[in-house]
């Protein structure tokens, strides 16, 4: 990397650390979970100390809270707006969705959060990113369907995979192509997982994946998604193609994007006309710099806080 990177990615670093450094941090363990070196969550306060409302976000699979800050300024930047923010790093953030164990620990943090900071009259909006939003979307279903979780006000999630029926023929077909181990490995885990929590497969049992998956483009009933209609949703993606195909030899059925036009789409023809979907071009970069459309930085920090301004006054 030349000298004026490194001085530029050091530079953003600094200005994350100091910007982390002066907001109210703490880390915040649920009675929901026992193994506090795998289970907390790290909550960013407001500087003013009066709360406008408050975020649950989601980060993405294996990302821990720090991770996040160090992807993205808009923990740091909603803060500074009034929010208080809630990052969850639960199991190591390693849970490919959201089974009915792990819907109720997610549904006592929330509860418990919402005690100790005093936020019964609060609105909440849910974010994640990745498997991140994965679990921020299906968080939301369920608890606008449920008496016995918070309310959620508005939903984003940024590049969240959302139909597992799509995701595993994906890999089924990514271990027809691929010779090296690596799609076998994804693919074996994949189903293992799937086996565990719910003794089937997408493409073993598609119509069960009905309500297990945020969404679900072959259920013409549209039925994980119901509780939505009224919500206001933003969903961000970056369908960059060329960069997907040439790098990664990925093609349009791989991307997440096709999950997130879709359930936008099927939103709006459902009557919410609060259901947004943001595509952006060339934004998609890491921290260290590197190009990649499947990233936290696809998401408009501005934008957000605005439609959070809006969604949660």
């Known amino acids: 990397m030349p000298d004026f990177k490194r001085l530029l990615l050091a530079l953003c670093l600094l200005l994350t650390f100091q910007m982390a450094s002066a907001q109210k941090m703490e880390r915040f363990y649920s009675s929901a979970y026992s193994d506090t070196a795998s289970n ?26 720090s991770d996040v800050l160090k992807e993205t300024d808009f923990p740091m930047k909603a803060a500074q707006a009034g929010y208080l923010v809630t990052l969850p790093y639960i199991s190591n953030n390693t849970a490919l969705l959201l089974s009915e164990a792990r819907q109720k620990q997610l549904v006592q943090l929330v509860q418990d959060v919402q005690k100790k900071y005093k936020l ?13 939003g994965t679990t921020a979307v299906k968080f939301t279903e369920h608890s606008l369907a449920s008496a ?56 073993q ?22 509780p939505l209609k009224q919500l206001p949703v933003l969903l961000y993606s970056e369908p960059d193609v060329a960069n997907q195909f040439n790098t990664n030899h990925r093609d349009l059925y791989d991307l997440n994007a096709a999950d997130c036009t879709a359930m936008i789409t ?48």
């Open 40 to 65: 907390y969550t790290l909550i960013v306060k407001p500087e003013s100390g009066n709360v406008n409302g408050w975020l649950l976000l989601f980060p993405g699979f294996g990302e821990t809270p």
């Open 120 to 132: 019964q009259n609060r609105k909440l909006a849910v974010g994640g990113f990745s498997m991140g």
């Open 148 to 203: 016995t979780t918070p309310n959620v006000s508005a939903l984003f999630a940024v590049d969240p995979l959302l139909d597992l029926e799509r995701f595993e023929r994906t890999v089924l077909k990514a271990v027809q192509r691929e010779k090296s181990q690596g799609p076998r490995q994804m693919l074996q885990m994949l189903q293992h997982m799937l086996q565990k929590d719910f003794a089937a497969t997408p493409v």
């Open 205 to 226: 049992a598609p119509e069960k994946y009905y309500t297990i998956s945020p969404y679900a483009y072959s259920d013409t009933a549209n039925t994980a998604i119901q």
């Open 266 to 313: 099927d939103l709006q023809s459902m009557g919410n006309q609060q259901a947004q979907l943001i595509l952006t071009s060339d934004k998609g970069r890491r921290a260290d710099g590197s190009v990649n459309p499947h990233s936290w930085s696809i998401l408009d920090v501005n934008t957000t806080l605005d439609w959070l301004q809006q969604h949660l006054k």
